[in-house]
């Protein structure tokens, strides 16, 4: 059985977008593609040392509202969501339900120390 959703933190919809510079490469700006209110549940974390410094990644499972597949608003896995500070990468994207009320998304939070 799954649990009540309770929709109560406001995160961010970003989609990464690609543009030319002057030096013949390109840089890298994220545009806001939409806001959702979710639920975000943590589910696991490790650490591990790589090259010297010290990474941890920790992933939560994000449930919001279903946005139709043609939607700029519907989370992809290139995409991220954005809280202040922290970002977490979306990972997979799923229905929650049978109904195609919710969406459940498994995102990456990380940090390197």
């Not at 975000?40 to 509202?65: D, F, N």
């Amino acid at each position: 059985m799954t649990r009540p959703v309770h929709l109560g933190r406001k995160l961010v919809l970003e989609e990464r977008v690609k543009q030319p510079n002057s030096s013949g490469g390109f840089d890298e700006n994220w545009v806001t593609q939409g806001t959702h209110w979710v639920d975000l549940q943590p589910l696991t974390g490790r650490e591990r040392l790589v090259s010297g410094r010290t990474v941890s990644k920790a992933r939560y499972k994000i449930v919001c509202r279903n946005a139709p597949h043609s939607s700029p608003a519907r989370p992809s896995p290139s995409q991220r969501f954005r809280e202040g500070g922290r970002i977490y990468d979306v990972v997979s994207v799923s229905d929650r339900d049978a109904k195609g009320r919710y969406l459940e998304i498994i995102a990456e939070e990380g940090a390197v120390r």
